[in-house]
T-cell receptor, first 109, second 114 residues
């Protein structure tokens, strides 16, 4: 079977750093994706990891450890507009995504 | 490029009615998929297609049909709507091949079944 776990909700302060964790158990592994979804909108792509290590993209970084079935998304210099849900998704064989339940992040002033 | 488009944006159905949710993409993507999103459950795959004429079931296919007669279009049909199908439906598309590719999502259809 396939299982992906994320914290349900997180709260952080504007200007701070927050780390959103994702653990997964899947049959096969072809890559891990992070998406951002604002309330009432479609998910939008943030990052992709297929090899172990850190991928950095501006204020956002994503880390992957395949042996531990673990990833995190790191958001630096938080802004109010970062208040959204963050979705972790894993591809096993082929192109099908399996999504986690999402983490709702609230950024407070 | 319009990307991935979906119609309608909102729909209210009565139990037992049927309807088709439309999805189209103009990026020449081989792979297309339909998800439903319910509170606390994340996005769940309903059906997917890896090219024209090829479709397959995802995690939650019951009550839904799909077809893929062209690369661009991937409609989702609800055969006999039930209240359990009240959800937000997203269509997505991506390249297909060795490796994994980001999926591009449409704006969603918010469906209520009474």
């Amino acid at each position: 079977g396939q299982n992906i776990d994320q914290p349900t909700e997180m709260t952080a302060t504007e200007g701070a750093i927050v780390q959103i964790n994702c653990t997964y158990q899947t049959s096969g592994f072809n890559g891990l994706f992070w998406y951002q979804q604002h309330a009432g909108e479609a998910p939008t792509f943030l990052s992709y990891n297929v090899l172990d290590g850190l991928e950095e993209k501006g204020r956002f970084s994503s880390f992957l450890s395949r042996s531990k079935g673990y990833s995190y998304l790191l958001l630096k210099e938080l802004q109010m507009k970062d208040s959204a849900s963050y979705l972790c998704a894993v591809t096993g064989y082929g192109q099908n995504f399996v999504f986690g339940p999402g983490t709702r992040l609230s950024v407070l002033p | 490029n319009a990307g991935v488009t979906q119609t309608p944006k909102f729909q209210v159905l009565k139990t037992g009615q049927s309807m088709t949710l439309q999805c189209a993409q103009d990026m020449n993507h081989e792979y297309m998929s339909w998800y439903r999103q319910d509170p606390g459950m994340g996005l769940r795959l309903i059906h997917y297609s890896v090219g024209a004429g090829i479709t397959d079931q995802g995690e939650v296919p019951n009550g839904y049909n799909v077809s893929r007669s062209t690369t661009e279009d991937f409609p989702l049909r609800l055969l006999s709507a039930a209240p359990s199908q009240t959800s937000v439906y997203f269509c997505a598309s991506s390249y297909s091949g060795q490796g994994a590719y980001e999926q591009y999502f449409g704006p969603g259809t918010r469906l209520t079944v009474t």
